[in-house]
């Protein structure tokens, strides 16, 4: 071809290519979003089947191997609590409690408690003066457990399999060892002082006084004999056998320490029930939202903000602008103002949760927030309902297990036993440790003070999400009480930025849990949006790419291919990731019915070498045409 003839055409066709790289990179571009990964960022595994996500690879392994045998997503979500037991002891187990949100593939909704419960001997006063239960340690801060009972009657009602099946894997596991994870090893070095007060717990989980390194075998015998007599006996061996008379001699013998004195009795023990409650579902952007009641405050703060937030176009005006970042902060201040209020055992309190979660109720909250300005928000007014107080010690160390099934059958269940180590107490005898939950109740006087039978309040927030009748997203956390904003934003940008779990987890949050005090994963918002937010008043504690808390699991299914997705927090660290899926598929980007999309680097490199080559194209035609 001559030349003459070629200078347009190579022009014209570059420029052709140039606006239709710019078209593509619009049509994908995060304009709305604003989302880009995050340097650990990991896609989500994606597989034919079911998924798992836990915060232990050994955990997630068991469950796995539950779904690859038949079972279904509650028989893998109650094998993985037990196996956490012995992976990641520090966190939870059959001496905690935690609750459990359910969807069946049928859309059945359900919601189990199994939170610990106080002991009658407990008054309002118990943790005002001082001892050791003021470093949320010793016999005192024991609560009922209710872990055994909660899996007992998770597997009643929606498993397929028996306590003693989903049991074995982790008796094995505690009689052979486990290799101790990093932050297990972190965890012990740093609790190994509470531990040295009790002998048991010392012997269990230091080797002669000093902590296990990362990579050494732990191996708990005194545990496995325990799982071992629970899969014998069933619930009723932890509540009223041999267990709950090994557990209840070391309480009557407690008290070498001021302030220790136990007070968990076998009557205690014995009247212990988990609970069914009446899930909280609402329907946000036509997707339906599945939360826990109270009295776990997080699946009514969820509610709250969704529905604050509803009245707002947040997919056009940016994930990370200041604007949505300011109504999120608003919205939180608002349901934190009524959490501190209201909620509590609805068994002990009058918790207005109807009127909590009244559309007019939150429209009004929403027309109280100002685009320009940080509130300190008051709580509603609900008459004599509710007397505001927080807890002394938010759960600080906790755990959770997403699962979704072949079938379509999901369970996000949360597990705790409060502190790490919780009260670092283990029974002689019965290898697991005893939570510190009594201090998660608040001052007296107050709606969430202690009582005899009472459970205290928690932030623990396991949610699910379907859409067109998929469970899409089904997530919670671990972090106390960031709990509650980490699971909430998850929701979030899977349902107002689509999202997928791996994205929605990945994404850069805010907490602003104590009014005047946001922390703000700040890498991913730009200075601009940052002073924005500052001129509004906030003030900001930046958090660089990813704060340590809260850690985030999450699984769901695709509902463009119908595939399992799978994810775990890159907050947890590379050796914590334990995402799994069954028949794992290759990882292609699917069919989303749009143009494909291009990493953001590649579009930019592309349009830069376009725009080169269209530049030399123009030179050449010029100097063509000065001849």
Not at 191 to 209: C, I, K, M, W, Y
Not at 268 to 296: C, F, N, Q
Not at 428 to 455: Q, Y
Not at 483 to 501: C, E, K, R, S, T
Request: aromatic share 6%; with cysteine; glycine share 10%.
């Amino acid at each position: 071809m001559h030349l003459r003839h070629a200078v347009p055409l190579v022009f014209a066709t570059s420029m052709l290519l140039l606006c239709a790289l710019a078209s593509l990179a619009l049509a994908q571009a995060p304009a709305t979003t604003d989302y880009l990964p995050g340097t650990q960022f990991r896609p989500a595994e994606r597989g034919v089947g079911g998924a798992i996500a836990t915060e232990s690879p050994v955990a997630s392994e068991v469950g796995l191997g539950v779904l690859d045998s038949g079972g279904n997503a509650v028989d893998a979500a109650v094998a993985a609590t037990f196996a956490m037991n012995v992976a990641r002891p520090q966190s939870c187990g059959i001496g905690g409690g935690g609750f459990m949100v359910y969807r069946g593939a049928d859309g059945e909704a359900a919601a189990l408690d199994f939170r610990e419960t106080a002991p009658e001997a407990i008054t309002a006063d118990a943790f005002t003066g001082d001892g050791i239960y003021t470093t949320f340690t010793g016999h005192k801060t024991v609560g009922v457990p209710g872990t055994v009972a909660g899996m007992q009657a998770a597997l009643d009602r929606y498993g397929t399999m028996s306590l003693a099946e989903t049991i074995a894997p982790a008796e094995s596991l505690a009689r052979s060892g486990v290799a101790v994870q990093p932050v297990v090893a972190d965890e012990m070095a740093a609790n190994a002082a509470r531990l040295r007060l009790f002998p048991a717990a010392s012997e269990q989980f230091l080797r002669e006084g000093a902590p296990y390194r990362a990579g050494d075998v732990l191996v708990q015998p005194d545990l496995a004999d325990t799982l071992s007599r629970i899969a014998a006996g069933g619930a009723e061996e932890f509540y009223r056998g041999e267990t709950a008379r090994l557990t209840v001699s070391d309480m009557e013998s407690a008290g070498r320490y001021p302030g220790d004195e136990g007070l968990m009795t076998l009557e205690d023990l014995a009247s212990y029930e988990a609970k069914w409650r009446e899930p909280l579902v609402a329907d946000y952007r036509g997707a339906e939202v599945i939360a826990m009641p109270p009295p776990t405050s997080g699946g009514v703060a969820t509610l709250q903000m969704l529905g604050i937030l509803e009245g707002y176009d947040l997919a056009a005006e940016g994930r990370y602008s200041a604007r949505t970042l300011h109504r999120i902060s608003e919205a939180q201040k608002v349901a934190f103002a009524d959490r501190g209020e209201y909620l509590a055992d609805p068994d002990f309190v009058d918790v207005p949760v109807e009127e909590l979660l009244d559309e007019g109720y939150l429209e009004e909250r929403r027309e109280e927030i100002s685009p320009d300005e940080a509130a300190e928000p008051e709580p509603g007014d609900f008459g004599d309902a509710g007397t505001e107080g927080e807890e002394t010690n938010p759960e600080t160390n906790t755990t959770h297990i997403s699962v979704v099934d072949a079938t379509g059958n999901a369970v996000a269940l949360t597990c705790t036993i409060e502190q790490s180590f919780g009260s670092a107490v283990v029974a002689p005898g019965t290898g697991f440790l005893l939570n510190n939950e009594l201090t998660d109740f608040s001052e007296p006087g107050t709606a969430n003070e202690p009582e005899p039978g009472k459970r205290p309040r928690s932030s623990i927030n396991p949610l699910i999400v379907a859409q067109d009748g998929e469970p899409t997203l089904v997530t919670g956390a671990a972090g106390g009480v960031t709990i509650v904003m980490g699971a909430f934003q998850a929701a979030l940008n899977h349902l107002d930025y689509g999202l997928d779990p791996a994205e929605a987890v990945d994404a850069a949050r805010l907490d602003e849990a104590v009014p005047g005090e946001m922390t703000l994963e700040d890498a991913r918002v730009s200075p601009v949006e940052q002073a924005e937010l500052i001129a509004k008043g906030h003030t900001i504690s930046r958090e660089g790419e990813y704060a340590d808390l809260p850690r985030v699991q999450a699984v769901g299914i695709d509902p463009r291919t119908g595939e399992a997705l799978a994810t775990t927090d890159p907050r947890s660290g590379p050796e914590e990731y334990a995402a799994l899926v069954q028949n794992v598929a290759p990882q292609t980007v699917p069919d989303t019915g749009g143009p494909a999309v291009l990493p953001a680097p590649l579009v930019a490199a592309l349009g830069l070498a376009l725009a080169a080559c269209g530049a030399a194209s123009l030179a050449l035609l010029r100097r063509r045409r000065a001849r």
